[in-house]
């Protein structure tokens, strides 16, 4: 691949190797008719959609039994694990930034940060993040083409993603039940190991899904359910370690992080999809297998184009799932809902489990 093309392959957050030029196009939208959606041609919530329903928040709130709760997201700092050029740059403008003021002496600190605000840390995938690359243009969920959908701000300058920002799916948001899938415990291994090829234990399929499922003594997903994969990757960089680490520490842990990742090869994505689940989430950068899925290196992330741009099943990466895989809690209520960030790409967060 050419250092460009890999490049851009890197600061989409894709970790793949293949031929892929830069006018590479797949037509797999426009033949299968991907759009409109199952929630109708003018829908951008997608999948949660599912939380309008009460029966799924009456499930989701059913699961509480010990009347506990732990926050499922990661710390955003300078020095986290990002891909590309990404980055969390945060600076206090002034100590204070004003003040005294009043009889009380009253002072005030902010701060100014400066990044890709839905796409670092836990980050949620909106739906305009992923799209397909088309004979017709960039395809993305529910059949909006770009550019042409997009805001425009000052100079004519891309401002927003227009119908598809992420502030459709805030103001819907997640109430689900919430199903932690724990991979490494179900394969013997404290981390699933990066998958090279097809075949290799770091990817998930369909039927490690169900095994999964079976060990845990879990019920099957059910219609607005959100399930959560826990490879052991995450941990790398996890809540419970982090904070006590030096910079030096840190580095070695982005490097470790950011070479590869296990995660669902789009068999378990497609069962997923079968179960008509609200979101897929897990305690990685993507949540899919890389480099290598279950078809090799020749895709990038197959789960996030059939499950985001085809479906409208949203993503949400880089959670922290060992508190709950610890307690053997495999099975929570889950509340969550992104920012309104109006025609932002996706979202920061965290979110939380109540068992």
């Not at 997009?150 to 689900?176: D, K």
Request: net charge neutral; aromatic share 8%.
């Amino acid at each position: 691949m050419k250092a460009s093309i890999m490049a851009g392959a890197v600061a989409a957050g894709f970790l793949f190797s293949a031929t892929a030029t830069l006018a590479q196009v797949s037509d797999k939208p426009l033949q299968e008719n991907w759009a409109p959606s199952k929630w109708g041609k003018d829908d951008a919530a997608g999948s949660s959609n599912h939380t309008k329903n009460p029966e799924n928040v009456k499930r989701a709130l059913s699961v509480i039994k010990q009347f506990k709760s732990v926050t499922l997201g990661k710390y955003y700092h300078r020095e986290i694990p990002a891909v590309g050029l990404r980055q969390w740059s945060m600076v206090l403008p002034g100590t204070p930034n004003a003040g005294p003021f009043g009889e009380n002496a009253l002072v005030y600190h902010d701060e100014l940060v400066t990044t890709e605000i839905g796409q670092i840390s836990t980050q949620f995938d909106g739906p305009g993040h992923i799209g397909v690359n088309t004979s017709k243009g960039m395809f993305l969920y529910n059949g909006r083409m770009y550019p042409e959908s997009y805001e425009r701000g000052p100079a004519g300058r891309a401002a927003g993603m227009g119908p598809l920002g992420v502030e459709n799916v805030g103001e819907v948001g997640f109430i689900c039940r919430g199903i932690v899938l724990d991979a490494a415990g179900y394969k013997g291994v404290d981390r699933l190991p990066i998958p090279q090829k097809p075949g290799d234990p770091g990817i998930v399929t369909a039927e490690d899904v169900k095994g999964i499922l079976k060990k845990q003594g879990t019920a099957e997903p059910q219609p607005g359910d959100c399930v959560f994969l826990h490879t052991g990757h995450g941990n790398i960089w996890g809540n419970s370690v982090y904070k006590k680490m030096n910079s030096e520490q840190r580095a070695k842990a982005r490097a470790d992080f950011g070479a590869g990742e296990p995660g669902f090869g789009i068999s378990a994505c497609e069962y997923l999809a079968s179960r008509d689940i609200a979101l897929m989430g897990g305690d990685t950068s993507a949540n899919d297998a890389q480099p290598s899925g279950e078809k090799g290196t020749a895709y990038a992330v197959h789960c996030h184009t059939e499950m985001q741009t085809r479906r409208g099943i949203w993503n949400l990466e880089n959670l922290d799932l060992k508190p709950l895989v610890d307690a053997k809690v495999y099975e929570f209520a889950f509340i969550w809902a992104p920012l309104k960030i109006v025609g932002g790409t996706g979202s920061p967060g965290n979110p939380i489990a109540i068992y």
